[in-house]
């Protein structure tokens, strides 16, 4: 019975080496994509605090910082700073080849830090994220159905802090609150 276990197991580990030679990943197409969504995310942040920038109230200004992905080697990203009086505010890009998103960039402030990810449109949990099967006898467990990067909706979401840990959609109201909750305003 185990051996059966292993002969699947090195068949399936087989067929993806033949299928990833057979669709070799572009990873620089990956990187471009992916610093397209950086740019989408701050052009989004504009927006939202635009009002307060045309006021004065806010300054919002970019630095470039150096990333090093597996793959996609060392690179350079814009970290976005926002200026709100005396806080100060940091739109930290973490990278793209995470498990489960698109990627993540961290929102850094002077008393907590926030996750802020790249998900499909249809993630509400981090649960959907997490598959479990079980399988009795010899059969291994089918693998979850899925869906090629290509079909997938992107979205930004921000990750609630612990405990609550939930998945909401970025808009300008989860946004605003966001930085409330980073800079205990």
Known sequence: MASTSFDDFVRRQSEAVKLSEETPVDWQAQK????????????????YLKSYVDAGDIVIGFQTINLNEEYIGPYSAKEMI?????????????????????GRVDAV??????????????????????????SMGSKPPSPPPSKLR????????????????????LNKESFLNLLVEISNG
């Open 32 to 47: 471009a994509e992916w610093l397209r969504y950086l740019d989408s995310l701050y052009s989004q942040v504009n927006q």
């Open 150 to 169: 290509s079909d997938i909706k992107w979205a930004w979401k921000i990750v609630m802090r612990p405990p609550r840990r939930e998945v909401v959609e």
């Open 82 to 102: 926002i200026k709100i009086g005396g806080k100060v505010i940091k739109l930290e890009p973490i990278g793209t080849l995470l498990i489960g998103s698109r």
């Open 109 to 134: 402030g002077p008393l907590a830090r926030a996750q802020i990810i790249l998900l499909g449109a249809d993630i509400n949990s981090l649960s959907q994220l997490i598959h479990v099967s079980v």
